[in-house]
C-alpha cells in the first residue's frame, strides 16, 4: 500500500511537470512564430534584424519605451504610455517597419528607419514614417488572418472618418489585439 501512495504521488509530480512543460513550450512556439512571421515580411531578414538591433539600441540610449514615445510624439496631459510592439504598417508602397505605440489617449507608429521620399524631383529627403491617432477617434478594431496561411494575422484600426490602418507582423500578435481592444473600451466607458 504504502508503494503504491508514493508512486501514485511520483506519477502526480510528473503529470504537473508535464503540464508545465507544455505550457512553456507553447509559449515558446509562440513567440517563435511571431518573430518568424516579423521576419518574413521584410524585403529582408537582416534589414528586419538590424531594424530591431536600432531600436534596442536607441531604447538603451534614451531611457526605454515611455521616453521613446515621448520625445517622438511629444507629451499630451493625462497620457499615460501603456505598451509598444514591434510590426508593420501597411503602406501604399509596401510594408514598413517600425513600432506601434499605445497610450490612454493615442494610438501611434513609427518606422525604424527613415524613408526616402522626393518632394521635389533630384532632392531626396529622409524622414522617419510616423502616424498618431486619438484613441477617441479610433471607431473599431478588428481582428484578421490571411486565409491562406492562418499564422499570418493582422490589425485593422478605423478611425470614424473612415481611414484604415492595417498592422502586421506582429512579434506579440495577442498581446497587442489585447492592448488596443482594453485601450478602446477603456476610452468609452
Not at 531594424?51 to 536607441?58: C, D
Not at 517622438?72 to 504610455?81: H, I, N, R, S, W
Not at 486565409?147 to 506582429?170: A, R
Request: net charge positive; proline share 4%; charged share 20%.
Amino acid at each position: 500500500m504504502l508503494v503504491y501512495i508514493n508512486i501514485y504521488k511520483m506519477w502526480e509530480v510528473l503529470d504537473r511537470c508535464g503540464k508545465r512543460f507544455e505550457d512553456c513550450s507553447k509559449t515558446v512556439e509562440a513567440a517563435a512564430d511571431g518573430v518568424w512571421n516579423h521576419m518574413k515580411l521584410s524585403s529582408s531578414v537582416t534589414d528586419a534584424a538590424m531594424a530591431r538591433l536600432h531600436q534596442g539600441t536607441k531604447l538603451l540610449t534614451e531611457g526605454g519605451y515611455k521616453k521613446v514615445f515621448q520625445q517622438t510624439f511629444g507629451f499630451v496631459d493625462g497620457d499615460k504610455y501603456l505598451d509598444c510592439f514591434a510590426c508593420y504598417l501597411s503602406t501604399s508602397s509596401g510594408p514598413v517597419n517600425g513600432t506601434l505605440y499605445i497610450s490612454t489617449k493615442r494610438v501611434a507608429f513609427c518606422s525604424a528607419f527613415p524613408l526616402c521620399y522626393y518632394p521635389s524631383p533630384g532632392q531626396p529627403q529622409w524622414i522617419l514614417y510616423k502616424m498618431v491617432i486619438a484613441v477617441d477617434q479610433v471607431e473599431k478594431i478588428n481582428a484578421s488572418s490571411n486565409p491562406m496561411d492562418p499564422s499570418q494575422k493582422y490589425i485593422q484600426l478605423i478611425t470614424w472618418d473612415s481611414h484604415e490602418f492595417w498592422f502586421m507582423g506582429f512579434i506579440s500578435y495577442n498581446k497587442a489585439l489585447k492592448t488596443l481592444t482594453n485601450t478602446l473600451q477603456r476610452s468609452r466607458a
